[in-house]
């Protein structure tokens, strides 16, 4: 008999890592994992989804390499595993590059990623436009792939799966003891929070099965990322930019750009062609409340707001939030846990 009833809202990366690491930590409770769009109509479906980040401004340094290192860990173990290829999770090596050194040249994330270091002069010949660079190995998680892994994992540690949408977190308050919110930037309407916008990203998938390593501007704006079955090349950051279709005038740029960095992109072919709205916010918002609902008060853990780096941190996060729901259980009345 599970005691407790939990649902997590959203079925993007948060979302689902937050529903698995609550399934298999919490045995008692009955966990559900509602969204109105499930892989592969998420936002984190067409992620490019290499681990890498930026430092949020209010948030301690030291809990977000936490979010780095768990999330790197947790995955680095599925890259190193069997299940590797159905889990579309490989090791990735290549180079971040620079036109102007960075204020801060060693970046927060650079002890978890493996034999970080700084591109020699020889190195940097290959990139005539940029003077200072960052070598390493990182991980790429492709969502498409992972994200019914993971749901397959989920369901076999007991979790329930529930297609629909919601207004607000109010419906689900008579069904369930504790909400966990994962729904992005669905969060707007769901917890009427303006702080969540969305930064529109465009990206394409090529055919260049002889690029090896990734090449990534340190603007952000710019990167080529080999994959399993493809390369993924882009891109674009607009903030507020709320159009889901493509713009070829984007397409032309991002090929424009990117084979000013890797020439031979030009013999490449384009397989297709994405746009995502990243749920961004000045933090994330990984935290706990008790909302008060007509005839009840309900736990809420608010886990949204990664912006470009939700799949470097859905792990860590997952786990925070995690820790929160076993806080709400404990300030939970006891007949509540019987
Ligand atoms: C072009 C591009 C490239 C990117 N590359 C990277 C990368 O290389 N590395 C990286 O770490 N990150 C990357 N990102 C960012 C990453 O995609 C996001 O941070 C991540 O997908 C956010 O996940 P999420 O689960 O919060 O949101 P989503 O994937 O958007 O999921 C939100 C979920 O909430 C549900 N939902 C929302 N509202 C409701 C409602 N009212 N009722 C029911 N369900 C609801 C949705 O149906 C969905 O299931 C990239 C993003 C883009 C656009």
Redo the contacts with the bound molecule.
């Keep these: 008999m599970k005691n407790v009833r939990v649902v997590v809202?959203?079925?993007?990366?948060?979302?689902v890592s937050t529903a698995v690491c609550i399934a298999e930590a919490l045995p008692f409770c009955s966990v559900t994992l509602?969204?109105?769009?499930?892989s592969p109509d998420?936002?984190?479906d067409?992620?490019?989804?290499?681990?890498?980040a930026a430092k949020f401004p209010d948030i301690p340094v030291e809990r977000q390499k936490r979010w780095f290192k768990d999330t790197f860990d947790h995955l680095l173990a599925i890259a190193q595993s069997q299940h590797s290829p159905e889990a579309g999770v490989m090791l990735s090596s290549g180079w971040q590059i620079f036109k102007e050194v960075p204020a801060e040249r060693k970046p927060f994330w650079a002890e978890s990623v493996i034999g970080f270091r700084f591109m020699t002069e020889e190195e940097l010949k290959r990139f005539p436009d940029h003077k200072f660079g960052h070598a390493f190995t990182t991980l790429k998680c492709e969502c498409s792939s992972y994200l019914p892994w993971l749901e397959n994992r989920f369901r076999k540690a007991g979790g329930h799966v529930e297609q629909?949408?919601?207004?607000s977190l109010q419906e689900l308050s008579n069904s369930y003891d504790i909400i966990v919110n994962?729904?992005?930037?669905?969060s707007r309407?769901?917890v009427g929070d303006n702080q969540v916008y969305p930064v529109r990203?465009?990206?394409l998938k090529m055919e260049a099965p002889w690029l090896q390593h990734f090449i990534r501007d340190g603007d952000g704006k710019t990167y080529i990322y080999p994959g399993m079955h493809s390369v993924t090349v882009?891109?674009t950051r607009q903030e507020e930019d709320w159009r889901l279709d493509v713009d070829e005038g984007d397409t032309d740029s991002i090929l424009k750009r990117c084979s000013r960095l890797e020439p031979s992109l030009g013999h490449g072919k384009v397989l297709s062609k994405w746009v995502?709205?990243?749920?961004s916010r000045r933090n994330p918002r990984v935290e706990k409340e008790l909302v008060q609902l007509p005839g009840r008060r309900v736990h809420v853990v608010h886990n949204?707001g990664?912006?470009?780096?939700?799949?470097?941190l859905a792990w860590g996060t997952a786990l925070d939030a995690l820790g929160l729901v076993r806080q709400c259980l404990q300030e939970m009345p006891p007949q509540a846990k019987l």
């Design positions: 809202v959203g079925a993007g990366v948060i979302g509602l969204a109105d769009k499930f998420t936002t984190s067409g992620a490019a989804g290499i681990l890498f629909r949408s919601i207004n994962c729904s992005g930037l669905g309407t769901l990203g465009q990206v882009g891109g995502g709205l990243r749920p949204y990664h912006g470009g780096w939700g799949v470097t």
